[in-house]
């Protein structure tokens, strides 16, 4: 008999795999999840999901709920009974190109996948709360980082932490910290957090999933764009140019960067206030 009902897919990246924990929380124990090895850790660790698989290891012969329908997702799970997510990548273009509707939410998406309601933050065992205010400083995108990072952590009269994964070393230096060392690092250092600030990245899904109370500062990309689905407080400024990208670009387009450069500080101080109260 297999060790497990039923087989989640999610490859990456790191934001999707915190969001498939809505299905994996909704499904409960004996749940699987096939992803790639740097995430595997963090998937293991997800609600529900008792066994851990990576590309190259036999699957047992379960229901599969493939939440990339990917190449690779349907090479590794041909013969199976399989649903796959609907990647509705044409409306996501569409909404970037033309301002047409977004497509729906991720987590809706996958739920439908499932067949289960999405199941409500937090996916993994809750943080510790503390009196520390989280900063991710990092984006891999450029148009994605916002720039007032270091008079935010300078201005908050509380203690500061900043966090950050691999490539965010500098951002993280900026503003007095350390990039932890694999997820299991990043996961203890949000312990003792009160509200984590972070951009549109895996980092402020990871704090949501997390239970923390977030706050996501968005730029070239919008709350509307189906990632955000945390009950946080959003900042972004109302222009006609976003979202101008799917995930963020080198530089902006139009030469300003107002997106982000029109957020003040005072607009992430009033926002983190809202998360906390
Ligand atoms: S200001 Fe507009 S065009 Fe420039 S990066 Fe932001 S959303 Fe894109």
């Known amino acids: 008999m297999p060790e497990i009902d039923r087989l989640v897919v999610r490859f990456s990246s790191l934001g999707d795999v915190v969001l498939a924990g809505a299905v994996t929380t909704a499904f409960g124990d004996r ?11 963090l998937a293991g660790r997800l609600n529900g999901v008792t066994r851990v698989y990576t590309p190259g290891e036999a699957l047992p012969p379960v229901p599969v709920f493939d939440l990339h329908n990917s190449l690779r997702s349907r090479r590794l ?5 399989v649903r796959r997510v609907e990647r509705q990548d044409i409306r996501r273009r569409l909404h970037v190109a033309f301002k047409a509707g977004p497509a ?19 996916w993994l065992l809750p943080a510790e709360r503390g009196d520390v205010l989280l900063l991710a ?7 994605k980082r916002w720039p007032y990072w270091r008079a935010l952590a300078s201005a908050w009269s509380g203690p500061v932490r900043a966090l950050g994964g691999p490539g965010d070393e500098a951002a993280v230096a900026s503003i007095g910290g350390v990039c932890e060392r694999g997820f299991g690092q990043t996961l203890d250092a949000m312990n003792g957090g009160c509200v984590l600030v972070a951009g549109d990245t895996g980092l402020l899904h990871l704090g949501a999933a997390l239970g923390l109370p977030v706050v996501g500062i968005f ?3 919008t709350s ?35 997106c982000m450069r029109d957020l003040s500080i005072d607009h992430v101080i009033a926002a983190i206030h809202r998360a906390l109260a």
Not at 77 to 81: A, E, I, N, S, V
Request: aromatic fraction near 8%.
């Open 137 to 143: 400083p990092g984006a891999a995108h450029a148009t």
């Open 219 to 221: 730029g070239p990309t």
């Open 77 to 81: 799970t041909l013969g199976m009974q």
């Open 31 to 41: 749940t699987g999840f096939l992803t790639l090895p740097r995430y595997a850790e």
């Open 104 to 122: 729906d939410r991720v987590v809706d998406r996958y739920a439908r996948t499932a067949r289960v309601p999405p199941a409500p933050a937090p």
């Open 224 to 258: 509307a764009d189906g990632f955000w689905c945390h009950a946080g407080q959003v900042v972004e400024a109302p222009l006609s140019c976003r979202p101008c990208s799917r995930f963020g670009g080198a530089v902006c387009p139009v030469g300003d960067h107002a």
